[in-house]
Structure formats: C-alpha cells, structure tokens
C-alpha cells in the first residue's frame, strides 16, 4: 500500500521538484525520516541522470567547472550523510523547512541573465581553466563565461553538498545560486551544469545511506518509479504554463510545506 | 578522442543508466504486486532477509525476488554517475588534460570511498 502512494508522491515530485518527497512520506504517512530521506536521494538520481543526458548533448554543460565543483559537493554530502544518523529527527525537520521555505524565497526572486560584456578570465580562473562559452539560440550568438569569485562559489558548493547529504535532497536551488549568483556564470550554464552534478553528489551520499539499512526499495523502488514517469510528464506540461504560473502554484505550497515541517521539528504537530 | 565524442558518450551512458535500472526497478515493483515483496516469481520459500540489506542481491537474484530486482535496480541506478565519473577521467587522459584527470580521479576516489564505508 504505502508502496503505491509512495510511486505517486514520486510522480508528483517529479512533475513539482523533489523537495516535497519527504514531507509527503514523513507528515502525511508517518514513514521514519531516514527512509525518505534514503528514498528521497534515489529520486533525485533519477531525476538529474535523466535530464542531464539531454543537457550534454545541448552543450549547455561546463564539464571543466562541473567537475572541479564536484570535489566540494562530494565532501560535503558524505560528510553530510555521515552527520544524519547523528541528528535528532527534530533538528532534519526543522532544517528541510528552512530548505523549503528558503527555496520559496528563491522563486520570488528573478534570476536575470547579466548582459554578457567581454569576459576576460582571473589568474585563478585561467589556471584552472574555469571558462568557456556556449552557443544561445535565443541570442543567436556564442556567449563567453568566465568564473568570477572561485573560493567563495567553491565554498558555498560544499554547503550545498553538506545539505544534500544531511536531507537526501538534490540543493538544486543551492547550486544555481553558487554558480549564477556568486560565481557570475549565465543562468544557462549554471542551472545544466549543476543538474549535472546533483547526480553524482547524490551518489556519494546514496552509498552511505545505503549501507545504513536506510535504502528501503519497497518505498525508493516506487519513488524512483514515479518521479522518472512525472518528470516525462512534467516535460510535457511545463513548457505550455508560463512562468509566472508555475510560480503562483508552487509558491504557495513550498511555503505551506514549508511551515508544516518547521511545525514538526519544533514538535507542535 | 574528440570532446564532441566524449560528450556523446556521457549522454549515452545517462541514458543506459537510467533506462536499466528504471526497467530493473519496473519488474521488482510489478513483481511485488504479484508475489508480495518478500515472494519470489519462481514460486522459491519465503525470504527472511530485511529488505534494506543489499548483501543478499546476488542470491535473490537468483530465486526472482521481487526485492532483489529492485535492489539491482537501485544500485544500477546509483552506479550511474560513478560510471558517468569514470568515463570523464578516462576521457580527461586521452585529452592530455592532466589538471582534470587529477581532479576527476580525486572525486571518483571520494565517491568509491563513500560505497566502501562500513556503516
């Protein structure tokens, strides 16, 4: 039975964003925090080795960047994963709802492409080969990249890493901030390059959870299931919603999601 | 090898990937629904195993256990991007790109490390 809800909740994640399989797991069915969070992690690698397949090929994808950010994310997710079985459930939930809410935020706040000027790459950026360009459709022209403010952008994925890893989460969100925001790539690079990583970050900490007994397959077989149908589905739909709508459904529920998880940590449900 | 095939075969390889496991996983979870998780689709006893121990894939494997399936699922699943990893540091040395294949060998080294840890 919960094997069934759990294939739908997947599916809806896969069509919304997987931040709401544990909420959905633990509030609503009362699944222990530990297995969403091992059946959570499996659906983000579905999810991001799915999408990121076509993303390659679209040559949106900064193998160099990726990788060298990868070495961050990997720390930080098994250091992650090692931390969560140390954690008192109260404190996962009260950081999943800072998560969601968090994320919320983030929608509200338009990401804008910056007007790409003549990038000229820093030393750091030059030495280890942190810039490129990639060809824009919409532009109809090659755009140049360089990273700007490395450390901190470097900084900030392990953060990311460290968060995936505590929650069984992707921090999409997290690493598109790290690379668009801090590290000043397009917004396109950015967000193919860091689907990209989620996979292999989720796959560090997938490994430790794995051999904790926390990988259930009678609720991740489901999940894995569902979120690779709805993310089919959810390629399907999103594209025919602007973008504004997709904000003015997803929004609200993060929050409401959001607030409902805090409420659990803090032990008032 | 040319960076142009290099990225063709990271995609092939996601696509592999995703489209074994998620037939792996597909067959346990039909199965279950037919002979419960714990059953096997050859009609073998019952297992006793707990369904989160991965050590007995090879043996379910054998008598079609529903969970046993899905568990080679979920690993192919996880395997992935271990695999993705590699590639990229096979494809990094025949590039000559010695800084990368350092980097890239240092991050599969992270990710080995992270399956061999004992609970």
Same mark, same amino acid.
């Given at each position: 039975?919960?094997?069934?809800?759990?294939?739908?909740?997947?599916?809806?994640?896969?069509?919304?964003?997987?931040?709401?399989?544990?909420?959905?797991?633990?509030?609503?069915?009362?699944?222990?925090?530990?297995?969403?969070?091992?059946?959570?992690?499996?659906?983000?690698?579905?999810?991001?080795?799915?999408?990121?397949?076509?993303?390659?090929?679209?040559?949106?994808?900064?193998?160099?960047?990726?990788?060298?950010?990868?070495?961050?994310?990997?720390?930080?997710?098994?250091?992650?994963?090692?931390?969560?079985?140390?954690?008192?459930?109260?404190?996962?939930?009260?950081?999943?709802?800072?998560?969601?809410?968090?994320?919320?935020?983030?929608?509200?706040?338009?990401?804008?492409?910056?007007?790409?000027?003549?990038?000229?790459?820093?030393?750091?950026?030059?030495?280890?080969?942190?810039?490129?360009?990639?060809?824009?459709?919409?532009?109809?022209?090659?755009?140049?990249?360089?990273?700007?403010?490395?450390?901190?952008?470097?900084?900030?994925?392990?953060?990311?890493?460290?968060?995936?890893?505590?929650?069984?989460?992707?921090?999409?969100?997290?690493?598109?901030?790290?690379?668009?925001?801090?590290?000043?790539?397009?917004?396109?690079?950015?967000?193919?390059?860091?689907?990209?990583?989620?996979?292999?970050?989720?796959?560090?900490?997938?490994?430790?959870?794995?051999?904790?007994?926390?990988?259930?397959?009678?609720?991740?077989?489901?999940?894995?299931?569902?979120?690779?149908?709805?993310?089919?589905?959810?390629?399907?739909?999103?594209?025919?919603?602007?973008?504004?709508?997709?904000?003015?459904?997803?929004?609200?529920?993060?929050?409401?999601?959001?607030?409902?998880?805090?409420?659990?940590?803090?032990?008032?449900? | 090898?040319?960076?142009?095939?290099?990225?063709?075969?990271?995609?092939?390889?996601?696509?592999?990937?995703?489209?074994?496991?998620?037939?792996?996983?597909?067959?346990?979870?039909?199965?279950?629904?037919?002979?419960?998780?714990?059953?096997?689709?050859?009609?073998?006893?019952?297992?006793?195993?707990?369904?989160?121990?991965? =050590?007995? +894939?090879?043996?379910? *494997?054998?008598?079609? %256990?529903?969970? $046993?399936?899905?568990? #080679?699922?979920? !690993?192919? /699943?996880?395997?992935?991007?271990?695999?993705?990893?590699?590639? =990229?540091? +096979?494809?990094?040395? *025949?590039?000559?790109? %010695?800084?990368? $294949?350092?980097?890239? #060998?240092?991050? !599969?080294? /992270?990710?080995?490390?992270?399956?061999?840890?004992?609970?």
């Amino acid at each position: 039975m919960i094997s069934l809800v759990a294939g739908l909740i997947g599916a809806l994640a896969g069509v919304g964003g997987g931040l709401f399989v544990i909420p959905a797991l633990t509030l609503a069915f009362g699944v222990d925090i530990h297995l969403a969070i091992g059946a959570s992690i499996v659906g983000v690698i579905a999810t991001s080795s799915g999408s990121a397949a076509a993303y390659v090929r679209d040559r949106m994808t900064d193998l160099h960047i990726g990788m060298f950010l990868e070495l961050a994310t990997t720390a930080g997710a098994i250091s992650g994963a090692l931390l969560t079985s140390l954690i008192a459930p109260a404190f996962l939930f009260v950081l999943l709802g800072l998560v969601l809410l968090g994320s919320a935020a983030l929608q509200l706040v338009r990401l804008t492409d910056q007007p790409a000027g003549p990038v000229t790459p820093s030393p750091l950026a030059r030495r280890l080969r942190l810039f490129g360009s990639y060809p824009d459709r919409n532009q109809g022209r090659t755009v140049a990249y360089a990273a700007r403010r490395i450390p901190l952008g470097f900084g900030l994925m392990g953060c990311a890493g460290l968060v995936s890893g505590l929650l069984g989460i992707g921090s999409g969100a997290l690493k598109v901030v790290a690379m668009d925001t801090a590290m000043g790539l397009p917004i396109k690079v950015s967000s193919a390059t860091s689907n990209f990583m989620i996979g292999v970050t989720a796959a560090a900490s997938a490994g430790i959870y794995l051999s904790r007994g926390d990988v259930d397959p009678r609720i991740a077989a489901p999940v894995a299931l569902g979120v690779l149908g709805g993310a089919v589905l959810g390629a399907r739909i999103l594209p025919h919603l602007s973008n504004r709508a997709v904000r003015r459904i997803f929004v609200p529920v993060l929050v409401l999601v959001g607030l409902q998880t805090l409420a659990r940590g803090f032990g008032l449900v | 090898m040319t960076a142009e095939r290099f990225r063709a075969w990271v995609s092939r390889i996601l696509i592999a990937g995703v489209a074994i496991s998620a037939g792996l996983i597909a067959t346990g979870f039909i199965g279950a629904l037919l002979v419960g998780w714990t059953g096997s689709l050859v009609g073998a006893a019952q297992g006793t195993s707990d369904p989160t121990d991965f =050590s007995s +894939v090879v043996s379910g *494997l054998g008598a079609l %256990r529903p969970i $046993a399936i899905a568990q #080679a699922g979920l !690993l192919a /699943l996880i395997a992935t991007p271990v695999a993705r990893v590699g590639i =990229s540091l +096979v494809a990094f040395v *025949l590039e000559r790109d %010695r800084l990368y $294949a350092v980097i890239t #060998a240092a991050v !599969l080294g /992270l990710l080995l490390l992270s399956l061999l840890v004992v609970r």
